[in-house]
């Protein structure tokens, strides 16, 4: 497409429906992982551009983080503008980033070049997962981020019906003299709190019931473990000392011995290499004397004194 007018240096001026803005939003929303466009539809007159409707852009070219308009995708956004805005022009395109943020890439910025170059067009880029949103437009040849965009509800002026619950006296700063029934009318949003406090009643059966089970768990593992120490075989580990010298017990508490040393009855053997018929077992003691030498004494005393 070509510029119909030469570019100005100031920003043009952007109106666009209540509803549309909606529709935009609830579009993106609908895909939270890859990118969805469409078409802004309105009229464009004296640097001001009124975007009206917008067509949402089916069969595109779908992807995380780019999307194109296919043929299949114009054929329908043809179709639908002749059915139902015969008189109105695309005044630009609107697409979403999911979750990084509003601003043209340069494939977005090769669509706007190539399929919405007149100054009255623009691109409008809503982010879903931040609610964030911008519109971006021609200015003096180049593409900016528009400052200023007005968004109007054309549903405005449609006559306001009576709501069914009337306004208390105390809101407007009067007196109310309503009769009884009407009252008892606005008395309803004492059922509110009622049922508030059934809710809090509720909750606070819910913790009691919590904090008993609790306890009985906790009842039911001692008393499990009560049973277990009374019922298994237990194994009692008492400490003693060991005298070094003797190899005798000494009980630790009391420091009497306990136990005697192990092989104090038993006789040992003959020693290694020791010759058949000897004692080995040392010195002889005072009480048994050695008859190893028996005729010493016996020549002794034979002798003259």
């Known amino acids: 497409m070509k510029a119909k007018a030469k570019p100005s240096n100031a920003q043009p001026g952007l109106v666009v429906d209540s509803e549309v ?10 895909s939270s992982k890859t990118e969805v466009c469409g078409v802004l539809i309105g009229q464009d007159r004296d640097q001001r551009i009124d975007v009206a409707a917008c067509i949402e852009g089916q069969n595109a070219e779908e992807a995380g983080a780019h999307v194109t308009f296919t043929q299949d995708t114009w054929e329908h956004i043809y179709a639908v503008k002749d059915q139902k805005y015969p008189e109105e ?46 519109c971006f437009g021609w200015v003096g040849g180049r593409i900016e981020r528009l400052k200023q965009i007005g968004v109007v509800d054309r549903r405005g002026g449609e006559e306001a019906h009576e709501g069914e619950r009337p306004e208390t006296g105390a809101a407007n700063g009067a007196y109310d003299e309503a009769t009884p029934a009407q009252r008892d009318k606005k008395i309803t949003p004492i059922k509110i709190r009622q049922r508030g406090g059934e809710d809090t009643e509720e909750s606070d059966s819910s913790l009691e019931r919590l904090v008993f089970r609790v306890f009985f768990y906790l009842a039911a593992s001692a008393l499990g473990f009560a049973l277990a120490w009374y019922v298994f075989p237990r194994v009692v580990v008492m400490p003693v000392l060991l005298d070094p010298r003797t190899g005798q017990l000494i009980d630790v508490q009391t420091g009497q011995v306990i136990a005697e040393p192990i092989g104090k009855h038993e006789v040992p053997g003959p020693a290694a290499g020791a010759k058949p018929g000897t004692n080995n077992a040392g010195p002889p003691s005072s009480s048994n004397p050695s008859s190893s030498n028996p005729g010493d004494k016996k020549g002794s005393d034979a002798q003259p004194k």
Do not use: C, M
């Open 89 to 134: 022009r695309i005044v630009g395109w609107y697409h979403s980033h999911p979750g990084f943020g509003v601003f043209l890439s340069d494939h977005d910025t090769f669509i706007h070049k190539n399929f919405f170059s007149s100054p009255g067009q623009v691109a409008w880029v809503f982010d879903p997962h931040s609610d964030e949103e911008g």
């Open 21 to 30: 803005v909606r529709q935009i939003r609830q579009h993106a929303r609908s």
